[in-house]
């Protein structure tokens, strides 16, 4: 097992960083989000994996990915309006730690960028490593988007 770092781009949320912080650091807000759509949208993407029954509480997150069972990611640290950090466990193949940062450009606009440290065996990496790749900077696109409040 090796543990490899995925880094986005630097990404720009029109909304201010408490806010932003406030929405992102309690999984509750994503819940509706992710299964009006999110979920069709992974499913298209991604065909051979199948992601189903997505349920979230303030501090975590389960779903079942066809052939691997169910799996969680958890927040296991909150650092107010700057960082979130979160862990994987369950039926992932590969452990997953993950950072949120924020920043604040202005009054009304925050910088984020992600950091993904998954650690796979060699096999998982040759299979995934390219579509982490993307998918870091995709998902902190479609972070951009959502319907903070």
């Not at 909304?15 to 759509?37: A, K, M, R």
């Not at 992974?42 to 349920?55: C, G, H, L, R, W």
């Not at 193949?93 to 065996?121: D, N, V």
């Amino acid at each position: 097992m090796s543990t490899q770092k995925y880094v986005s781009d630097i990404k720009l949320i029109e909304q201010n960083q408490d806010i932003v912080y406030n929405y992102l650091s309690n999984f509750e807000n994503l819940s509706t989000y992710v299964n009006e759509g999110l979920l069709s949208k992974i499913n298209e993407s991604v065909p051979q994996i199948k992601v189903t029954d997505f349920e979230s509480d303030a501090d975590s997150c389960r779903f079942n990915i066809s052939g691997m069972g169910q799996a969680e990611i958890r927040i296991i640290e909150r650092e107010p309006a700057k960082t979130i950090k979160i862990n994987s466990s369950g039926g992932l193949p590969i452990g997953i730690t993950f950072w949120i940062q924020l920043l604040p450009e202005s009054a009304y606009q925050t910088k984020m960028r992600l950091t993904l440290h998954a650690e796979m065996s060699m096999m998982i990496k040759m299979m995934v490593n390219k579509k982490l790749e993307e998918g870091i900077n995709q998902l902190a696109d479609m972070l951009t988007k959502l319907p903070y409040r």
